[in-house]
C-alpha cells in the first residue's frame, strides 16, 4: 500500500510538473518579441522556439529547433510568418490585446502580416511541444495555428492538405519560384512559376489524395479521404528510434528533402530527396547558365552561349530581332535547351539536326532550336532570350544557338562568331527553297495537330468538369469563405457598400475609397460599365491574385455578381503620380535621386509582370495615372494586366513592346513634369548636347546627377523607337538604370515625330484617378 501511495505521489508530481510547464509556457496577450530586445518564447519542452533571425542584413520572424542537443549555428528555422518576408533592425512581434498576432515593420512604419483574429475570443497563445504556434481562446479550443499556414518545410505530424503549399524560399527576395501542392489528379506536384511541373508522385485519379503527412518515424505519405495511404516514401533510417528530428523542407533550389538529425556527425543527414538529378529540376540554374555536373559530380551552372561581357550575373541567348546584319548558329553537342520566360515552345516533329538548324536560321523570331534524338526527332523553337537546360554525355540532344552579326543596341561590344561551315548534312544552296517549302509544311502541319490535341483535351476537361464537378457558387463573402485561392477577398455587391460606406468617398470618376472589417484602408475601383463574362473575369482574378512584387499594388479583393464588377486594391496615401507632379508641396520632395528611383521602380515592376510572374503579364495602360506613390513617395505600379479580363487583350494585358514605350513616356513625364508634348523636342535637344535643358530644374531640388541623366535619357529614347524590335527588354531597361550594364546613343524615332497622337494615347490611357 505504501508503494502504491508513492507511484500515485509521484505520478501526481510528474502530472503538475507539466501542467506548470504548460502554464507558463502560455503566451499572454499583450506580449511582444523585438529585434533589438532579441527575446523569444520557448516551447514546454524547450525543443521548439519563436524570434527574430537575421537573412541578408534584415530580419524575419520564424520558429526554429531550439534542442540543446543541436548546435545554435545548425538550428534550422522551420516556419516563417509571411515566408520570406522581411523587416527592419525596430521591428516588433506581438500579441494585441485584441488577440492577434501582428508584425510590425519599422522600416516602412506599418503593420507587414497579421493573424486577422482580432475579436476572436483568444486568450492566449502557445508554442506546442511538436513545434505549432497556435492561439487559445477562453476554453483552450484551437483559434488559429501555425500548422495551417507552413511555409517552406513540414514537421513530424504536420499535414499538407489539398489548399495549402509549401513555398521554396527566394533567391532574391522579390518572388519564389518553386512549389509542392496536391495535385488535381491525386498525386504531389513540384511546380516552377505554378506553370511547369517537373516531379510527381504516383498519381490515383479513383482516390483523391485529401493530405500529405511527414510521420515521426521518417515515412512521407499521402492520405485519402478515409485516411487511408495512397503513396508513401521512406526515409533511409525509417523506424530508428534514435532519431528525435526530421524536416522535410521544399529547399531554395526547387528539391525537396528530408533531413534526420544524426547525433553522431552532429549535422544534418540528407535521408530523402524527391529529384535525385538536380539538373532534372526545371530552371535550377535560373537565368545563369545552363546545368552540368563537374569532375566530383556535384551540379554546376555555366553559360556556354553568353556572347556578352558586359553581365556576367545572367546568360542570356544574344540574339535579337532587330538583327539586321545577318546571324551565324553555334552547335552545342549534348546540350538540351528549355525557354523560360515563357516556358513554351514550337515543336516541329519528324526532322533533321540539319533541318532544325535551318528553321531556326530561317525564322527572324528563333533564338535556338534543341533537335532531340531520343527517337522522337523533335526540334524545339525557342523564340526567347531567357532560357536554360542541361548538358553532359547522357544528354541526347543537339541545340543551335542563333547569334547575330551586329551589335545588340544596349549591350555593346558584342563578340562576334562566324558562321558554321556548311555540314555533309547541310542542303545545297539551291535546294533552300524546296528545304523551306517541307520545312513550312512541316510547321504548319504540327502547328494544326498541336491546336486540334489542345482543343480535344480543353473540351475533355471541360465535360468532365461539367459532369463530376459541384456548380460553383456565384461569389463568397469575406465574412464566411474568406480569400479565394487567389488569396483575393471576394466579395457581395452589399459588402462592397459596406467597406465604400455605400460609396460616400470618391477619388475618381470610378474610384472610392473604402475600409474593410480590419480597418485596412483600400480603393475601390467600379468597372460595372464593361460587359465581361464572370467565369472570364474571376480566370483574370485568380491569375493577378497570385501576383506579388514590392512596386505593385497588391489586389486585396473583387466582386463579381450579378452585374456588378469591382476591385479592391491597397490605398496608398499620395495617390497617383499625375497628381502628385501637380501638387507644388509633393512636386518640391521629387529630387533627382527621388525620382530616379521612382523610374527604376516602375521598371522592376514591369519586369517582374514580363519575366517574374508564374506566366507573362502585360500591363497594358501603363501611365503617371497608375503609378501611385506611398507616403514615402515609393512608386507602385497599379492596374496591371486588366486588359487581358476586361478588354480586348489575349495576353493578360497586352504585349511587352507597347509597355515599354508607355514607360518611355513615363519616363519622360517624371524628368520633365510636361505631358502635353512629345517626345521629339526632347530628342532634339538631347541630340544637341542640351540634355539637361529637358529636366525641370526648377522643380528639382539638389540637382541632378549629369551621368545619369545621360543614361537615363538614352534608355529612354530607345523605349520610345517606333520599330518595336529595337526596343530593349524590361530586364535591359532596369540593367541600365541600376547601373549594371551600358547603352548606346539611340537612333531619332518615328515615335517622337508621329507624336502627339502617341502622348495623347498615353494620356487617356487609364481613367484611374486613385
Known amino acids: 500500500m505504501l508503494g502504491r501511495n508513492r507511484s500515485s505521489s509521484h505520478f501526481r508530481s510528474v502530472f503538475l510538473l507539466v501542467v506548470l510547464r504548460v502554464v507558463s509556457s502560455q503566451i499572454p496577450l499583450g506580449s511582444k518579441l523585438s529585434v533589438e530586445e532579441k527575446n523569444h518564447w ?25 534542442s540543446r542537443l543541436i548546435p545554435t549555428d545548425k538550428q534550422p528555422i522551420v516556419w516563417a510568418a509571411g515566408g520570406d518576408l522581411r523587416v527592419g533592425d525596430k521591428s516588433y512581434f506581438e500579441l494585441t490585446k485584441t488577440g492577434e498576432f501582428v508584425l510590425f515593420d519599422s522600416t516602412r512604419g506599418v503593420t507587414v502580416w497579421a493573424s486577422k483574429t482580432a475579436n476572436s475570443s483568444v486568450d492566449s497563445a502557445l508554442l506546442q511541444d511538436d513545434g505549432n504556434l497556435v492561439l487559445l481562446n477562453t476554453n483552450k479550443d484551437i483559434v488559429w495555428q501555425s500548422f495551417e499556414f507552413p511555409s517552406d518545410t513540414l514537421l513530424p505530424g504536420e499535414n499538407l492538405s489539398s489548399n495549402q503549399v509549401l513555398r521554396a524560399a527566394s533567391r532574391n527576395l522579390i518572388s519564389s519560384y518553386y512549389t509542392l501542392r496536391i495535385g488535381v489528379v491525386g498525386d504531389l506536384e513540384l511546380k516552377w512559376e505554378n506553370n511547369v511541373v517537373y516531379w510527381r508522385s504516383a498519381s490515383f485519379p479513383s482516390r483523391s489524395a485529401l493530405r500529405a503527412v511527414l510521420a515521426s518515424n521518417g515515412a512521407f505519405q499521402l492520405f485519402d479521404q478515409t485516411s487511408s495511404p495512397i503513396w508513401s516514401v521512406f ?24 533531413h534526420s538529425w544524426s547525433k553522431n556527425s552532429t549535422s544534418w543527414k540528407l535521408v530523402w530527396q524527391a529529384v535525385e538529378n538536380q539538373c532534372d529540376v526545371f530552371a535550377t540554374c535560373g537565368l545563369t547558365g545552363i546545368c552540368a555536373f563537374n569532375e566530383s559530380g556535384s551540379p554546376v551552372c555555366k553559360c556556354p552561349f553568353s556572347l556578352s561581357s558586359v553581365s556576367s550575373s545572367k546568360c542570356l541567348l544574344p540574339y535579337k530581332q532587330s538583327c539586321k546584319s545577318g546571324s551565324s548558329m553555334i552547335k552545342l553537342d549534348r546540350t538540351s535547351l528549355y525557354a523560360i520566360y515563357p516556358p513554351n515552345e514550337t515543336v516541329v516533329s519528324q526532322v533533321s539536326a540539319a533541318q532544325c538548324q535551318n528553321l531556326c536560321q530561317q525564322d527572324h523570331l528563333c533564338t535556338a532550336a534543341t533537335f532531340t534524338n531520343d527517337g522522337t526527332a523533335n526540334c524545339k523553337i525557342k523564340k526567347t532570350q531567357y532560357a536554360s537546360g542541361q548538358s553532359g554525355l547522357s544528354i541526347p540532344s543537339v541545340s543551335f544557338v542563333k547569334i547575330c552579326n551586329d551589335p545588340i543596341a544596349v549591350i555593346p561590344n558584342l563578340t562576334k562568331s562566324k558562321p558554321d561551315p556548311p555540314s555533309q548534312n547541310t542542303p545545297p544552296t539551291q535546294d533552300h527553297l524546296s528545304v523551306c517549302v517541307n520545312c513550312v509544311l512541316g510547321v504548319g502541319g504540327g502547328t494544326i495537330i498541336v491546336f486540334i490535341i489542345i482543343h ?27 480569400p479565394n485561392p487567389s488569396g483575393c477577398l471576394a466579395l457581395s455587391y452589399s459588402e462592397v457598400k459596406e467597406v465604400t460606406d455605400n460609396f460616400k468617398h470618391r477619388v475618381g470618376s470610378n474610384t472610392f475609397k473604402g475600409i474593410l472589417p480590419e480597418k485596412q484602408p483600400v480603393l475601390v475601383k467600379d468597372y460595372s460599365t464593361v460587359k465581361v ?25 473583387y466582386c463579381c455578381e450579378s452585374s456588378y464588377r469591382f476591385l479592391v486594391y491597397e490605398y496608398l496615401k499620395n495617390g497617383s503620380l499625375a497628381k502628385c507632379l501637380e501638387d507644388p508641396a509633393i512636386v518640391k520632395r521629387l529630387t533627382w535621386r527621388k525620382r530616379l528611383d521612382l523610374c527604376l521602380a516602375v521598371a522592376r515592376a514591369v519586369s517582374y509582370l514580363h519575366m517574374g510572374c508564374r506566366e507573362f503579364v502585360g500591363h497594358g495602360s501603363l501611365s503617371c495615372e497608375n503609378v501611385v506613390l506611398d507616403e514615402n513617395l515609393e512608386a507602385k505600379v497599379s492596374e496591371y494586366g486588366l486588359t487581358g479580363f476586361l478588354g480586348d487583350g489575349a495576353d493578360g494585358g497586352g504585349g511587352s513592346a507597347k509597355d515599354i514605350m508607355d514607360f518611355g513616356y513615363v519616363v519622360l513625364t517624371v524628368l520633365s513634369d510636361v505631358r502635353d508634348r512629345g517626345c521629339d523636342w526632347a530628342y532634339e535637344k538631347w541630340v544637341g548636347g542640351n540634355g539637361a535643358e529637358i529636366v525641370n530644374k526648377t522643380t528639382i531640388e ?32 532596369v540593367n541600365v538604370l541600376e547601373g549594371a550594364m551600358p547603352v548606346d546613343p539611340p537612333p531619332p524615332s518615328s515615335a517622337c515625330r508621329r507624336n502627339p497622337s502617341a502622348a495623347e494615347e498615353y494620356r487617356t490611357g487609364s481613367d484611374s484617378d486613385g
Not at 238 to 258: A, C, S, T, W, Y
Not at 534 to 553: A, D, E, Y
Not at 711 to 719: G, P, Q, S, T
Open 533 to 557: 463574362d464572370p467565369r472570364k473575369f474571376r480566370s483574370g482574378i485568380l491569375k493577378l491574385g497570385s501576383v506579388h512584387h514590392r512596386n505593385l499594388v497588391r489586389l486585396e479583393g
Open 42 to 66: 520557448v516551447s514546454p519542452n524547450g525543443d521548439f522556439a519563436i524570434g527574430f533571425f537575421k537573412r541578408l542584413n534584415e530580419y524575419g520572424i520564424g520558429i526554429r529547433i531550439n
Open 456 to 482: 480535344l483535351g480543353l473540351m475533355g476537361f471541360w465535360i468532365y468538369r461539367k459532369r463530376y464537378s459541384f456548380t460553383a457558387p456565384d461569389y463568397a463573402t469575406y465574412s464566411k469563405d474568406g
Open 702 to 733: 539638389g540637382g541632378v546627377n549629369s551621368d545619369e541623366l545621360e543614361r537615363v535619357l538614352r534608355i529612354m529614347f530607345w523605349c520610345l523607337q517606333s520599330d518595336e524590335r529595337m526596343r530593349p527588354t524590361m530586364g535591359e531597361i
Open 235 to 258: 526515409s533511409d533510417d525509417h523506424g530508428e528510434p534514435d532519431v528525435k528530428f526530421r524536416v522535410l523542407r521544399l529547399d531554395v533550389d526547387g528539391n525537396i528533402r528530408l
